[in-house]
């Protein structure tokens, strides 16, 4: 490790800004190794440090090599100091920043950008533990790497959600979608979903370091798909649980449209693949949508449930998969998964592969988050987004994987269950 004099540790005074510094804000951070080492928000960046050993970190793309200086804006209380150190790749530089009325910057020196590409500044808290008034409100780059380098400066610290859209002729009675899952890298707060479709999804997801789901849902008709309150939804146009399998929890939802909900806490294995089958039977203006899972210790088939869909009487339509970091605290960890065979069954019995998919992200991907890609590995369809990797994958992009040929085997008939 390289230590320059700073290393030795300064105090540093209240220093101005510089005209044409980029300022990246602490609310755009992340805290590692434990995400809940510190507070972060947008009003007060980061505060309330109580884990000796906790980092901030910020990650940017530079187009260009060369020298940087650096500095940190924080905020401490008049008569106390506090000591940091910034690190970059092998480097790392020591200040002690002495508190005074309102935002002090701690000047760090100057640092190495290696090569283009992403780079990590870390930020360590020396001192144990914050008061209140205690608060980390940016860090401060100026230098010709730092002109046009690209760093997320919006609060939303969530990767980009990162999607697979199957086309289908619009004339097929799809009445099964079947789909297979392969999560590569999953940390906590990730979502990888295997049969969307204009209803609902259907998919797995990571809660906690302790627990993971099979989940399924279907979302209410009406304002459904944009309302956050359910009692704000006509019951004519609510979703209604028909059955569930066993050991599985269903109700509703809210806040991201309205809806059933279903799931199954079920831990499943990182490099495990799970298959997941939707089917569906229509009834005049009513659509019921039944999802199966295939559970790896029974080795079997598993209702996880099936919902009555009003103002529907549709089949499957609108054929998707996605990816998603539905938690900011984790939204610097790569999240990666294969997805496929996809296979969609007929009314008339028939199954058709389906190896064409599109790619495509939120509003995030657009700007903010760059690290958001789709390919073709090991026969499969991949997503992948987070890490702050190099490399981007441009929305509307199509990719042809290979078929494999063999159709799903799963006993189970639209209508009549299994």
């Known amino acids: 490790m390289k230590l320059t004099p700073l290393a ?42 109580t884990r000796e050993g906790s980092s901030i970190l910020w990650f940017g793309q530079f187009k260009t090599a060369g020298k940087v200086q650096t500095s940190v804006a924080v905020k401490v209380a008049k008569g106390r100091s506090l000591r940091l150190r910034l690190g970059v790749a092998t480097e790392t530089h020591d200040a002690t920043a002495q508190g005074d009325d309102g935002e002090v910057t701690v000047p760090f020196g100057e640092f190495s950008i290696a090569a283009p590409g992403y780079h990590r500044f870390e930020l360590q808290i020396l001192d144990p533990a914050s008061t209140p008034s205690d608060e980390i409100t940016a860090l401060v780059l100026d230098g010709a790497p730092a002109a046009d380098a690209h760093f997320n400066l919006d609060p939303r610290r969530n990767a980009a959600s990162v999607h697979l859209r199957y086309p289908i002729d619009t004339s097929a009675q799809v009445v099964g979608f079947y789909n297979e899952v392969t999560a590569v890298e999953d940390p906590v707060t990730t979502y990888y979903m295997a049969c969307g479709f204009s209803r609902g999804y259907f998919g797995m997801q990571v809660n906690s370091l302790t627990e993971r789901r099979i989940i399924f849902s279907i979302w209410d ?5 944009n309302a956050r309150d359910r009692s704000t939804v006509a019951k004519d146009d609510q979703t209604q649980l028909l059955d569930r399998g066993d050991g599985v929890v269903a109700n509703a939802f809210g806040n991201e449209g309205t809806g059933g909900h279903s799931h199954l806490v079920y831990n499943w294995k990182t490099g495990s693949t799970q298959r997941f089958y939707v089917t569906v039977t229509t009834d005049g203006t009513f659509t019921d949508y039944s999802g199966y899972w295939f559970h790896p210790d029974k080795n079997a088939w ?55 998919a599109t790619f495509s992200h939120d509003a995030t991907g657009k700007e903010n988050r760059l690290d958001r890609f789709m390919g073709i590995e090991a026969g499969r369809f991949f997503l992948s987004h987070g890490g702050f990797v190099d490399g981007v994958t441009t929305s509307g992009e199509k990719f042809t994987r290979p078929a494999s040929g063999v159709p799903p085997d799963v006993p189970i008939n639209p209508g009549r269950g299994r």
Not at 10 to 37: K, M, Q, S
Not at 221 to 225: H, I, L, N, T, V
Not at 338 to 350: E, N, Y
Request: aromatic content about 10%; overall charge positive.
């Open 302 to 356: 598993q209702l996880i449930a099936r919902f009555r869909a009003p103002r529907d009487g549709k089949t499957l339509r609108g054929l998707y998969s996605f990816s998603e970091n539905f938690g900011s605290a984790t939204g610097h960890v790569k999240r990666k998964a294969l997805f496929g065979p996809q296979w969609i069954r007929l009314a008339d019995g028939q199954w058709r592969e389906l190896v064409d």
């Open 221 to 225: 008709a009406g304002a459904g798909s």
């Open 8 to 49: 030795l540790g300064i105090v540093c005074l209240a220093l101005p800004a510089r005209r044409g510094d980029l300022r990246i804000p602490a609310y755009t951070a992340y805290i590692a190794p434990n995400p809940e080492g510190a507070s972060v928000s947008r009003d007060r960046g980061v505060s309330a440090w």
